[in-house]
C-alpha cells in the first residue's frame, strides 16, 4: 500500500513539473505566417552580404510587403487607378536614403520615408511621404508628401506572381524598379 502512495506521489509530482514547464510556454499565441511576406532590398544589392574587407555601404534601402497575384487582375481592378496605394501590402512601404539623392529635379536629404503610388493605365506618380510606420493608406496625408514624381508604364509578357522590388545601377546612381502582375514602373535616383 505505501508503495502505492510513493507511485501516485511522484506521479503527481511529476504531472505538476511538467504543467509547470511548459505552461507558460503553451500560452503564447504566435502569430499565424502572413500572406504578404515582408522583403527587404538594398542598393548596392549585395550590401547585406558584403565581407567587411569590401567596405561596400548602403545607399539606399527598401522595406516592403509582397502581396501576391492569386490569379486577379491587379491594376485598374484591385488596386485601381487613380488611387493613392501603399506600393505594397500591410505597413506602408519605406525608404531609407543614407545621405541625400536626386530624384527628378528635388534633392532629398537621407532619412526614412515612405512610399506611395497613383498606378494608372500608362503612368504611374511616385509619391515619397513623411509619414512613416503607418498601415496601408488609410491615414495618408498629401500634405506630408515631401516629392511626387511621375514614370512611365512598362509591360512585361509574363506576369509577376509577386510584387517585387529591385534596383538596377545606371551611371550616377540607381533606378528603382517596382513589379507586379504585367506591371513594371522605374524611379531614376542620382547620389
Given at each position: 500500500?505505501?508503495?502505492?502512495?510513493?507511485?501516485?506521489?511522484?506521479?503527481?509530482?511529476?504531472?505538476?513539473?511538467?504543467?509547470?514547464?511548459?505552461?507558460?510556454?503553451?500560452?503564447?499565441?504566435?502569430?499565424?505566417?502572413?500572406?504578404?511576406?515582408?522583403?527587404?532590398?538594398?542598393?548596392?544589392?549585395?550590401?547585406?552580404?558584403?565581407?567587411?574587407?569590401?567596405?561596400?555601404?548602403?545607399?539606399?534601402?527598401?522595406?516592403?510587403?509582397?502581396?501576391?497575384?492569386?490569379?486577379?487582375?491587379?491594376f485598374g481592378?484591385?488596386?485601381?487607378?487613380?488611387?493613392?496605394?501603399r506600393l505594397?501590402?500591410?505597413?506602408?512601404?519605406?525608404?531609407?536614403?543614407?545621405?541625400?539623392?536626386?530624384?527628378?529635379?528635388?534633392?532629398?536629404?537621407?532619412?526614412?520615408?515612405?512610399?506611395?503610388?497613383?498606378p494608372n493605365?500608362?503612368?504611374?506618380?511616385?509619391?515619397?511621404?513623411?509619414?512613416?510606420?503607418?498601415?496601408?493608406?488609410?491615414?495618408?496625408?498629401?500634405?506630408?508628401?515631401?516629392?511626387?514624381?511621375?514614370?512611365?508604364?512598362?509591360?512585361?509578357?509574363?506576369?509577376?506572381?509577386?510584387?517585387?522590388?529591385?534596383?538596377?545601377?545606371?551611371?550616377?546612381?540607381?533606378?528603382?524598379?517596382?513589379?507586379?502582375?504585367?506591371?513594371?514602373?522605374?524611379?531614376?535616383?542620382?547620389?
Open positions: 500500500m505505501r508503495s502505492l502512495l510513493v507511485l501516485i506521489f511522484a506521479s503527481c509530482c511529476f504531472f505538476a513539473q511538467a504543467q509547470v514547464n511548459t505552461s507558460s510556454a503553451d500560452q503564447i499565441k504566435f502569430p499565424i505566417a502572413d500572406f504578404s511576406p515582408a522583403d527587404i532590398v538594398y542598393f548596392p544589392l549585395n550590401t547585406p552580404k558584403a565581407k567587411p574587407a569590401e567596405n561596400v555601404q548602403p545607399v539606399m534601402k527598401v522595406v516592403y510587403s509582397r502581396p501576391q497575384k492569386k490569379g486577379r487582375e491587379i481592378i484591385l488596386e485601381q487607378f487613380g488611387k493613392v496605394w505594397g501590402a500591410n505597413e506602408n512601404t519605406e525608404i531609407k536614403f543614407y545621405s541625400k539623392v536626386k530624384i527628378g529635379d528635388k534633392k532629398i536629404k537621407a532619412g526614412t520615408y515612405s512610399l506611395f503610388a497613383i493605365k500608362e503612368s504611374w506618380i511616385i509619391i515619397l511621404n513623411k509619414n512613416i510606420d503607418r498601415w496601408g493608406a488609410f491615414t495618408y496625408d498629401e500634405s506630408k508628401d515631401v516629392l511626387r514624381v511621375e514614370v512611365p508604364v512598362q509591360n512585361l509578357s509574363k506576369p509577376l506572381e509577386y510584387l517585387s522590388i529591385t534596383f538596377k545601377e545606371v551611371k550616377n546612381g540607381a533606378n528603382m524598379i517596382i513589379g507586379w502582375d504585367k506591371t513594371v514602373v522605374e524611379l531614376p535616383i542620382v547620389f
